[in-house]
């Protein structure tokens, strides 16, 4: 990228390395009053390209052999044929690719064929970006057996841990709020790079609470956790996700991690900034933490 366009990017004043470097706002009050944690996954917790440059690319090479193996189960069939009822619907759209009818029963040169056109339709369909939920279900369903057998790991900052179970000692609760399906969260924690998160939090939200750039949704997910707005903290990475959070009266911190999009300095200027969870973290003595036992470790 250009000078000029970077700098049109991060703002018309450019780069503030100093006030930067020290911060507009002073993030130690940051945890004060603070009773729930809410944390955004992409950019936040996990590295922004995680999803397209681990999970879209698993889909595409494995596609194929996700389907012979599972090929007679229904639940592939059933994610074959909404593909098909799909590809019906866009018949219109340039490059569809229709799948023909099939059964378990069918003979092999039949089933491959039918295979064929299932893995063309797929990669046709995630060539165009396309969310429809016949691409998400089967996305999902592959993912979940990839977790599963240990193919994907989540992948988690390092420093993400060792903070949550900071605020856990200090009688705070972290929840989830992220666009991926409450489902895919779970698979994304559970099976992750830091091992089973799961116990670490006390509930999860996604779209189906609303959409995370509407104010509504903050509100509702704070009537959800049964806490004021203004005791709750929202890291996110994502600017038009923390001003709705702000309007519904949480407290809201911006995180920077290596390749997210860089924040203007307007951003900067109106919101706390974390480079990794570790600046919010909350001194337990080592004491306490053994005589918690192994779940404080
Ligand atoms: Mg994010």
């Known amino acids: 990228m250009s000078d000029r366009r970077l700098r049109r990017r991060q703002g018309t004043a450019g780069t503030d390395n100093k006030r930067r470097a ?16 809410l944390l955004d996954i992409e950019g936040t917790t996990t590295p922004i390209t995680f999803v397209k440059d681990e999970l879209f690319p698993y889909v595409r090479s494995h596609v194929r052999q996700h389907l012979e193996e599972h090929w007679k189960e229904e639940e592939c069939q059933e994610d074959i044929a909404a593909l098909r009822k799909q590809a019906k619907e ?28 299932v893995v063309d339709n797929v990669l046709w369909n995630m060539d165009a ?20 057998t240990g193919k994907i790991k989540g992948e988690v900052y390092p420093d993400v841990v060792p903070a949550i179970r900071g605020w856990l000692e200090t009688g705070r609760q972290v929840y989830i709020y992220s666009s991926g399906s409450v489902e895919a969260q779970k698979l994304l924690f559970g099976f992750s790079t830091e091992g089973d998160l799961l116990e670490l939090f006390s509930g999860h939200f996604d779209t ?17 956790v049964g806490c004021d707005p203004a005791n709750i903290l929202f890291l996110t990475d994502v600017v038009r996700e923390a001003k709705p959070s702000r309007e519904a009266g949480m407290k ?10 860089p924040l203007t300095e307007e951003d900067w200027a109106n919101y706390p900034v974390i480079k990794s969870f570790s600046e919010l973290a909350c001194n337990v003595s080592p004491t306490k933490m053994r005589s918690r036992g192994k779940a404080a470790t």
Not at 22 to 37: E, F, M, R, T, Y
Not at 90 to 117: F, H, Q, Y
């Open 208 to 224: 189906t609470t609303g959409l995370k750039v509407e104010t509504e949704s903050y509100r509702r997910i704070a009537k959800a």
């Open 129 to 148: 970006d396309r969310k429809v939920t016949a691409l998400k279900q089967l996305q999902g369903h592959m993912w979940r057996a990839a977790y599963q």
């Open 252 to 261: 809201t911190c911006l995180t920077v991690r290596p390749g997210n999009a």
């Open 90 to 117: 866009d018949k219109e759209m340039d490059g569809v690719v229709l799948i023909p009818e099939c059964t378990t029963d069918d003979d092999e040169e039949t089933r491959r064929k039918v295979l064929s056109a």
């Open 22 to 37: 020290d911060g507009p706002h002073d993030i130690s009050g940051l945890l004060d009053g603070v009773s729930v944690v």
